[in-house]
Every structure is written in C-alpha cells, then in structure tokens.
C-alpha cells in the first residue's frame, strides 16, 4: 500500500477542489431545467397525492423536473423565513398563510418576483376577490404587482354536531338567520346538554386565543365585517381607524367574544388555542358548533362515514339588519423570491399550475378542502355543488358564489404585522382578563394597529 | 557614517528581528517539529472549518441581524416583552435555585445504601432519559383544563373541577412551567452533585464521626464545604442553560394564557417566525446578553479555581 504523505494528502485535496470546480458549470447547466420547490404538506393525505399529481402532469408536459420538498405546517414557514432573510431560496414557495404573512411585507421590500404576466395567463377565469387579493404594493417601485398565482381560496363557514343539536332538543333548521342571534341560538343547548351528563361540553368554540397564527383574527374579522367594519383598511392601503362605523363594530366585536367567553359558553383553554386545537376539541365534541376556516374540520373525519354525516357545514347567516354578509376571502398560492435560480422555469410551472382543470383536479384530489380561485370551476364541475355533499357544497357556495372580500394585508403590509402580533387576541384577553371594557381595548388596540401601520406608508397604489 | 559602520548598526537589528521571528514561531509552534507541525494543522483545519461555518458565522450574523438600535427601542415599548422579561427572571431564579437545592439534597438521599434506594433513583432519573419533547407535550395534555389527567383524577376522587392550569391564570401556567422544567432536570444534576459527593474522601467522615458530628454537622462541615465549588458552577451552568430553555415553555404553556408566559428564547422565536421579524426575532434573544456575559465570565472564572476551599 502506497505511504501517505503530506505531498500526496494536498495533491488529492487540491484535485478534488479543481474537480468540483470544473463540474460545476455542467451541474448548473443541468439544474436549469429542474425547479426546486417548497410546498406545504396536506392537511389530508389527499392533497398530497394531489400535489404529486401535479408534478407529475408538469414533468411530462414539459420535460422539466421538480425538485420538491413537501414541509408540515410550521416548519415550512420558519424554513421560508429563514429562507427570505438569508437569501439562500429555492425557485418557488408557497405556504397556506404567506398571502397575509410573508407576501406582505417581502412584497413591500422588494423581495419577490413580480408575477403580473403569470396571472395574466388566467385573468378573465379569475374570481375578483382572487385577482384583487394577489396584488400587493411594492415600496421600492411604488406600484402594485401580482406577487403570487392564486390557485385556491378558502373562507370560514360555520361546523356544527348536528347530533348535539338534537341532543339538546333543537332543530338546526330554526336556527335563526342574522348573526347574533345564529349565535345566541345555541347558548341554551349548553345547559341542556350539561343536564344530559355532559360535563365538559360548550356551546361555542369562539378563538379569543394570542397564539394563532391564523384562526384568531380570523374569527375577529368575521366579527367586524359582520357589524359594518370592512372599510377599517381601503383597497388603497389607508387605514380609517377613526372612522365611528369600524370603531363601533370593533367594540361590538369585542365585547360579543369576550362576554361569551367570560358566560362560560366557551371552553376555557380557547385562550392559548393554535389553529389545530379548536379542531380537535370540535372533534372532541367538546362544542357544539365553530366559525372556522377551510371544511378541514370535516375533511379530516372523511372516512369517518357516520361522523362525517353527522356534521353539518353552514355559510354566514345574514347581518343584524337582515343584509348579507360578505366573507373574507383567503387565497393561496405560489410565489418566487428573488434570488431564485430558474425563474422562467418556475414561472411556467406556476402557469401550468394555475390552468382551471389543473387546479381543479388537484383540489377535487384533496377532498375540496380548499375552493377554487375560479367561480366558473365551482359553476359547471358538479364536485362543488353536488348536494349529497353537503359540506363542500355549502363552502363552496360562500366561497365562490356569495359575496366576498380580501383580507386586509393584502391592501397595506402593516396588517400583516399587526395580524402577527395577535393584537385582536390579545384585545380580547385584555377585555377577559384584564377588566378592560371593551371600549378602552378596542381603543389600545386602534392605536397599537395605527402605529404599525404607521411605518408603511403607501404613497400610490 | 561609512558603510562598515552601517553594517555594524544593521547586525543587531538584524539578530532582534531573527530572534523575535524564531520566537514568535516557537509560540505557534510549541514543540512540534518538521512535518509535525502541519499534520498538526490538517487535524485542527476540520475542527477550525465546522466551528467558524457553526459557530462563529451563526453568532456573527446573529449578532449583524440584531446590530440595530431601533429593534432595542421597538422592543422595550412592548408591553409583552416587558412581561416577557420579568417571566424569565422569575423562571430562571425560581426554577434554578429550587431545581439545585432539591438536587443537593436528593443526593444525599441517593447515597444510602440498600437495593431500593437504588431502585428509587432509576424511576427517579427517567424524566431525564425520556425525550424532551414528548414528556412536555404530555404534561400539556395531562393538565388541560377540560379533559386533562389531573382534573379527571380531581373529578373522579374528590368531585372538584380542577382550574384551568394553562389557560386562565399566568401564575398558575407559569408555575406551571416552572414544575415541569424542575421536574426533567433535577435528576441530572442530581446525579451530578452524587459524584461530586463520591469524591469526598471517607475518612473526612470517620473523623467527624469520632468528633461526635451528627448528621447535620457532617453536612454542614464536610460535605457541604467539599461540594460548595461544585454546587456553585452548576448553578451557573443551570443558570445558562436555563436562560436559553425554549422547550419547557413552549410545550407545556405555549406562552399562554394571552402570551402572559413566554420567556427570552420563545419571545424570539416568536418574533422571528410567527411575526416575521427575524431581526426583532435575534434582538429578543441578544437582550438576554447582558445577563448572559457575566455569567459565562464568573462560570470562567470559577472553572479556574482548581483548589478546594474549606
């Protein structure tokens, strides 16, 4: 056996160097027809047979290959964080709640790629609340750009244990049909059902929780479109925190929640929930009925046959003067950074992504978890209103029929952050916890929210 | 001056310079001769490599991330971090010290002779065996409100409904935090401040024995005044390790109720990715910093001490 030596351990090092380096241009060369992807793991195992669907479809069409990386839930979004800062990214992104997370304020600096002419390819097909919500402002040009491809949406409806219902002595269908009252309807069904020997069970799984990341502002912002606040923030990214009519309802609000929790009709843990915790005491049957985004409630008890049916999904009961409610529209999709490798790769497996029988396979795949970002889709594709589905049917039809908003960060980034610093939960601790009327939190809260959005100023949009 | 005189001027210069060179290559090389000292170099290269691209770039970048004042300001006109602040004080000072007193004494209980002593001490370790993650998850679920173990158990004995441990009262799901971090590490340094009473030679005890000690003079003059230096640096090291504790909390209580219980690690971890903040995210953790220092520089200093001082 040859001897070692100094000499010969640096030769070999330095050839293994002028090696790596003389590969590399072929390595790059046949990276540029891969696409490295981060996508989020389903809720279901459907959504990922779905997504793989996809990939595959994409492959074959294009001769091009994905490089994806399926990531749970909370992971992907510290990988996407860290990814945005250290500018160490792969060519496309996407997770559930960037849209009103990262898109934001990555949008506001400049860090994304403007996907204008990616959804451009699907414009007319679009619904307007979908196209509205993809535009977000760029501060470094002043001007609003698509920053992601809308392929699916999702708006809360209501969950309810019909058999609780029944338990209790009540019929769903005389449930009355404006919101606070809907509300009020089931408070009674608690007791009742406590006399039957169900101790640990509540009338409504409210989310007055700080932890998030997504259900509890939700659940307020339902609230506040409910009692007239829609315009707290405009399509121009101008707060009007001032404004009577929003400060009103963000009392009412408030004080709905809050005096429900502290009623006990709401189970106490809520405080600190996360967004799979409301889930599981729903299916604990711990209440009897939620306000929640996506049909994940029941998506997740698909096989559950009996249980799956025993559930009933509704859509947003009228306001307090009998006018319909419009519901925030949440819209998903992918997006670029900038620092991406392949953009014009990724770019068109954004665009073959997005085409109607695309996504709709692929969200049918998922059990219709997430709607289409299409109207057009759920009108003529029969998996969307077939009545014997009663779940996806009623989603559906709020989602994509009904009247629909955006959420707020999409009109100024500053919501994004006041979003993430659960300032809506914590008003609502503060009023449970802490004594506070709901007046003297609804005003800490405006003024905590106004200087958030205080540091971004929109001069155009 | 001719040109022998400059030469004479050059050659003492001349000899400072070779001199202070061979010197300054004997520090660098100690005594390592020829070839040795670069194999030396090939061995340290790897180590040097991993701790400057895991280490010293990580603190570094840390650091450049939280470089900004303003992210100090932001923080300190933050209620929460307040809150936030005194969380972690009264988390490190009540769950160090109560965590090391009781693992002092349960020391002394763990050198007793007989089998079931040594029994005990096994059931005894097992909290700090199991994994992290799952111990704290499960006392997550056994102390839910609603269907948790202990309010069961509370429930089926005695006919209470237990509190909400975790959910209404940031004193109850802070001390129960508190509980938890107690309960995984005290074995381990229990069984640390057991080896350190191992070392205590035997005939210190026969001689206090032949004094007429009683068992409390024994610790009060033997053991103790033996154990005191050891005792003193896993305080410090607790205290450290303590500080930068993330998984107690955010398992057991998540920073709830309405974020009353975070502490410094799961602020900033909150901050960098569920608000989206890296940077506020790091200025979180580097305010820890000026606790953190004198620490490490009386943890230094102590580890020096190679006397016992009795």
Redesign the interface.
């Known amino acids: 056996m040859k001897k070692l030596s ?1 000499r010969s ?1 640096l030769r070999g090092s330095f050839s293994v160097a002028a090696t790596a380096t003389i590969a590399r241009p072929f390595l790059a060369h046949a990276a540029a027809t891969t696409v490295s992807v981060w996508w989020p793991q389903g809720f279901v195992r459907e959504e990922d047979v779905g997504f793989r669907a996809v990939v595959e479809g994409y492959e074959k069409a294009s001769g091009n290959k994905v490089d994806f990386t399926l990531i749970p839930f909370a992971p992907l ?2 990988k996407i ?2 990814a945005l ?1 250290t500018g160490d990214v792969p060519d496309v992104l996407s997770h559930d709640t960037a849209p009103v ?2 898109i934001p ?1 990555n949008a506001w600096n400049d860090k994304l790629v403007d996907l204008s002419d990616v959804v451009e390819t699907q414009r007319s097909q679009y619904h307007p609340t979908a196209l509205l919500a993809s535009q977000y402002y760029n501060n470094a040009t002043k001007k609003r750009r698509a920053y992601f491809a809308p392929f699916k949406t999702s708006v809360s409806p209501f969950h309810v244990w019909n058999s609780l219902v029944e338990k209790a002595g009540y019929k769903l269908s005389d449930a009355p049909k404006t919101w606070d009252a809907f509300w009020d309807f089931f408070k009674p069904m608690q007791k009742k059902l406590r006399d039957k020997g169900m ?2 069970v509540y009338a409504l799984g409210l989310q007055p ?5 997504a259900d509890g502002n939700a659940l307020f912002h339902y609230f506040l479109v409910a009692y007239g606040g829609n315009g707290i923030i405009t399509p121009d990214g101008k707060p009007h925190l001032d404004d009577p009519q929003v400060k009103e309802a963000v009392i009412k609000a408030l004080a709905f929640i809050s005096t429900a929790y502290k009623e006990g009709y709401v ?3 809520a ?2 929930w ?1 967004d799979a915790d409301d889930n599981n ?1 729903f299916h ?1 049957k ?1 209440m009897v009925m939620y306000l929640d985004g996506t049909i994940s409630a029941e998506v997740a008890l698909y096989h559950k046959k009996e249980e799956y049916a025993d559930m009933v999904t509704l859509g947003l009961p009228l306001d307090n003067a009998g006018k319909q409610i419009p519901a925030q529209l949440g819209v998903q999709g992918p997006f670029i950074p900038k620092g991406a490798k392949n953009i014009e790769v990724a770019k068109e497996f954004i665009k073959y992504l997005i085409q109607p029988q695309v996504s709709n396979e692929y969200l049918k795949t998922g059990l219709g978890r997430w709607l289409p970002a299409m109207p057009d889709l759920v009108k003529t594709d029969p998996f969307w209103l077939d009545p014997k589905d009663q779940h996806v049917a009623a989603y559906a039809r709020e989602g994509q029929l009904d009247p629909t908003v955006p959420t707020y960060p999409v009109f100024n980034p500053g919501y ?2 006041a979003n ?3 300032i809506w ?2 008003a609502e ?1 503060d009023v ?2 802490e004594g506070l009327t709901p007046e003297a939190a609804a005003d800490k809260a405006l003024k905590r929210i106004g200087a958030i959005l205080a540091k971004y100023p929109i001069e155009q949009s | 001056m001719d040109g022998a005189q400059v030469l004479d001027a050059a050659e003492p210069l001349a000899t400072t310079t070779f001199t202070a060179a061979r010197r300054g290559r004997r520090y660098w090389r100690g005594n390592l001769q020829g ?1 040795e000292y ?2 030396a170099v ?1 061995f340290v290269m790897p180590y040097a490599a991993v701790f400057l691209a895991f280490v010293v770039y990580p603190v570094i970048y840390g650091v450049w ?1 939280g470089r900004s004042p303003a992210l100090y300001e932001e923080l300190a006109s933050e209620p929460i971090y307040v809150r936030t602040v005194v969380n972690t004080v009264l988390y490190v000072v009540i769950g160090v010290n109560v965590k090391m007193f009781g693992a002092l004494l349960l020391s002394g209980f763990f050198m007793r002779r007989g089998w079931w002593v040594k029994a005990l001490l096994l059931i005894f370790v097992l909290p700090w065996a199991i994994p992290a993650l799952p111990s704290f998850m499960s006392i997550h679920w056994m102390l ?4 948790g173990l202990l309010n069961n158990i509370l ?1 089926t004995l005695f006919g209470i409904d237990g509190p ?1 441990w ?3 009262s940031r004193w109850l799901a802070l001390g129960s935090v508190i509980t938890s971090h107690i309960w995984k590490w005290m074995p381990f340094w229990t069984v640390i401040l057991m080896a350190g009473r191992m070392a205590i030679p035997q005939e210190l005890y026969e001689a206090a024995d032949i004094d007429g000690a009683t068992r409390l003079q024994r610790f009060n003059y033997v053991t103790f005044p033996l154990v005191a230096n050891l005792y003193l640096v896993c305080t410090l090291l607790s205290t450290i390790f303590t500080l930068g504790d993330f998984n107690s909390v955010y398992f057991v ?8 219980t975070h502490v410094l690690a799961t602020l900033g971890i909150r901050n ?7 940077d506020l995210g790091v200025a979180t953790v580097l305010s820890a910093l000026p606790l953190m220092i004198p620490l490490v520089i009386l943890l230094m200093r102590k580890l020096r001490t190679t006397e016992v001082q009795l």
């Open positions: 100094r351990a979004m510290q964080v860290g800062t997370t990262v304020q101790r640990g929780t700080t932890t998030g990341p189970p106490p843990g405080l600190s996360n005491a604990a711990q994004a952050e993430a610093q659960q939960g914590t601790a449970i916890r | 070839s670069a194999w090939a991330l839910n409100g609603q269907w429930w909400g975790l959910e209404t209580s998540g920073g709830g109720p309405a974020l009353s960098a990715f569920e608000v989206a903040r890296p």
